[in-house]
């Protein structure tokens, strides 16, 4: 994810960023270097995990935490915001992007890989409604 994240920091920093959230932050490394690659340019940094006993249910529990975030994130965004997603070969991506695509967000492919036994996809979503706006 944070190879992903460098790849895009010039238009991250183009952005101005006023807060920068990572949820499912488990040790911290992807904020901690975003907020390397940054400095000054972002304002607040938060992160949020889920407690361990619940990420041993993981497995069972992602496919309700990724439709409950698909559903939360359009609402709580900033029109100019931009947000990336981490997942993997289990999730249900045509789900994500149609529900993604519902409340007006852009959808690319960042990087993918296999790490281990795991199938890796980085997503970047961007409100349709900002680049409609912006080009015009």
Request: proline share 2%; net charge negative; hydrophobic share 35%.
């Given at each position: 994810m944070l190879d992903a994240l460098?790849?895009?920091?010039h238009f991250i920093k183009s952005l101005k960023p006023t807060i920068c959230l990572e949820i499912g932050s488990g040790s911290g490394i992807v904020l901690t270097g975003l907020a390397k690659c940054l400095?000054?340019?972002?304002?607040?940094?938060?992160?949020?995990?889920?407690?361990?006993?619940?990420?041993?249910?993981r497995l069972e529990r992602v496919d309700f935490?990724?439709?409950?975030?698909?559903?939360v994130i359009p609402q709580v965004m900033s029109p100019s915001g931009v947000f990336y997603l981490l997942i993997v070969k289990e999730n249900?991506?045509?789900d994500i992007l149609n529900v993604m695509k519902s409340f007006s967000w852009r959808?690319?492919?960042?990087?993918?890989r296999k790490a281990?036994?795991?199938?890796?996809?980085?997503?970047?979503?961007?409100c349709v409604k900002?680049?409609?706006s912006v080009n015009d």
């Open positions: 460098e790849s895009e920091i400095g000054s340019c972002c304002a607040y940094y938060f992160n949020i995990d889920i407690n361990p006993r619940a990420a041993q249910l935490v990724e439709e409950q975030s698909c559903h249900d991506e045509e959808s690319s492919v960042i990087i993918e281990g036994r795991e199938f890796l996809k980085v997503l970047k979503f961007e900002m680049q409609t």
